[in-house]
């Protein structure tokens, strides 16, 4: 199933995160080629030891990685995630909380569906899945921050490389 999720999401690579991983069958169907990582997450603690045998078992661990989920929030960091898949419900899964950690253009299928998008867009259902997509809202997704004396610029192209490009601190 997991292979298809990814075939229905149109995700061709990237970063991966499997909300209610439970015995890890289907984190380690998410990972669908060499082009993805996978990341798995429980709020149990036996699931999640269970989750790691198996995904050991099938030779995967180091491009799978399966964690407790603790708190109110999805660990990832903002404009992270390329797929986000959630097979159980989960207090940290909401509109606002997917949109962060989605790329732009990334993908959220959620069993049951997410109570507010949040600036989603509804792509429909699909494998028993609501599917929600992050739009793209410029050619560049520009995150600034200011250090001493530079500004920063990240922007993620198609290809998922981050580049950095450093730009003389405007004073004045």
């Known amino acids: 199933m997991g292979v298809e999720i990814v075939s229905q999401s149109g995700v061709k690579g990237g970063f991966v995160v499997h909300v209610g991983c439970g015995d890890g069958v289907l984190t380690a169907q998410l990972r669908a080629g060499s082009r993805y990582v996978v990341r798995g997450l429980d709020r149990d603690a036996d699931c999640v030891r269970t989750a790691r045998e198996h995904v050991q078992s099938q030779g ?3 491009t799978i990685s399966v964690a407790l989920l603790e708190g109110e929030r ?3 960091i903002d ?3 390329d797929l986000l898949v959630v097979s159980a419900s989960d207090p940290a899964v909401t509109g606002p909380e997917v949109h962060r950690v989605l790329t732009p253009l990334g993908v959220a299928m959620v069993k049951g ?11 429909g259902e699909a494998l028993g899945f609501t599917m929600y997509a992050k739009p793209w809202r410029s050619r560049t997704d520009v995150c600034m921050y200011r250090c001493a004396t530079a500004v920063f610029v990240a922007w993620r192209d198609h290809d998922l490389f981050v580049q950095w490009q450093s730009l003389s601190c405007l004073t004045g």
């Open 113 to 123: 569906g997410l109570a507010a998008n949040d600036g989603l867009q509804l792509r």
């Open 79 to 81: 404009n992270l995630v």
């Open 60 to 62: 995967l661990y180091g």
């Open 74 to 76: 999805l660990p990832p």
